[in-house]
């Protein structure tokens, strides 16, 4: 079993399609580990973005995730990674594979409804951003 994150953005957040997209993730065989909602600042979520700052569209993703609340999670499953992006589709919606996260909740490229890690060390990285290491083992009650 190995871990990663998702975050389900403003966008399904907003629109109360987080339950749905909550629901389909487990319904994979994803077990969530540690969740929560709040809402990033825009120094949060640049420095969560970090990676694509100096891009065209980093700006404006910055902006979006910092428009509502999110919802991170950390999720465990066989190969979870791969799994996780296999389960929530291409970026744009509208190339992403009937059944996909993307394909049934997201608006556009842009408001995708989810975001996934992209490799097993973007995975640890992301998922010590948003949470502790006794709330991503389950290991310590607040």
């Not at 975050?7 to 969740?35: C, N, Q, Y």
């Not at 969560?48 to 995730?65: I, N, Q, S, T, W």
């Not at 992209?118 to 006794?134: G, V």
């Amino acid at each position: 079993m190995s871990l990663t994150l998702a975050i389900i953005k403003p966008d399904a957040v907003g629109s109360g399609k987080a339950g749905k997209v909550l629901a389909h993730l487990e319904g994979a065989g994803f077990t969530v580990r540690a969740a929560r909602m709040l809402s990033l600042s825009k120094a949060q979520a640049g420095a969560f973005y970090a990676v694509h700052k100096g891009r065209p569209f980093y700006d404006e993703l910055v902006e979006f995730m910092t428009s509502g609340p999110v919802f991170p999670m950390v999720l465990e499953a066989d190969d979870a990674v791969p799994l996780l992006r296999e389960t929530i589709g291409a970026t744009d919606p509208a190339e992403a594979a009937e059944g996909t996260v993307r394909k049934l909740y997201a608006e556009s490229k842009g408001r995708n409804a989810i975001h996934a890690s992209d490799s097993d060390e973007n995975a640890r990285q992301e998922i010590a951003f948003f949470f502790s290491e006794h709330e991503r083992l389950g290991t310590g009650r607040s």
